[in-house]
């Protein structure tokens, strides 16, 4: 019984700090794929969306990493163990993370370059397609 109370009380919290999130600024830092990180910046949670953040991404990616996206299309941003929904605001995005500061997030960061989606797998069209039975029958 306990527990669907803390689950109440953890909801009713989501949800006072999304109207209160109309003029929360939070601090976003960006993990890349080598430990680096972008940022930290600040943005208003409620108003910022998780594409705007991919854009803010793609402009300030480092000029000396190998690999680098070209479009936001190509950035993946995860917080929290979760893939951000382009449409998402960072407010909708955030998980409660109990005595963690409310007002820092680190997103990670992962390039998968459009090319590379659509780019057929060659080595699947060189397996044969013959199927070979190995049996004895005595």
Partial sequence: ??????????AEEMEEREREGEAEEVEVKFRLFDGSDIGPIRCNAAATTVAAL?????AEWPKDKSVTPKTANDVK???????????????????????????????????QPSSAKSKPDKKANKLPKTTRCSCTIL
Wanted: proline share 4%.
């Fill in 1 to 10: 019984m306990a527990e669907k109370e803390g689950a109440k009380v953890g």
């Fill in 77 to 111: 941003l995860i917080s929290g163990g979760k893939i951000l929904e382009n449409d998402k605001s960072v407010a909708q995005c955030r998980a409660p993370f109990g005595d963690l500061p409310s007002n820092a997030i680190t997103m990670h960061v992962v390039v």
């Fill in 54 to 58: 991919k854009d803010r991404v793609v």
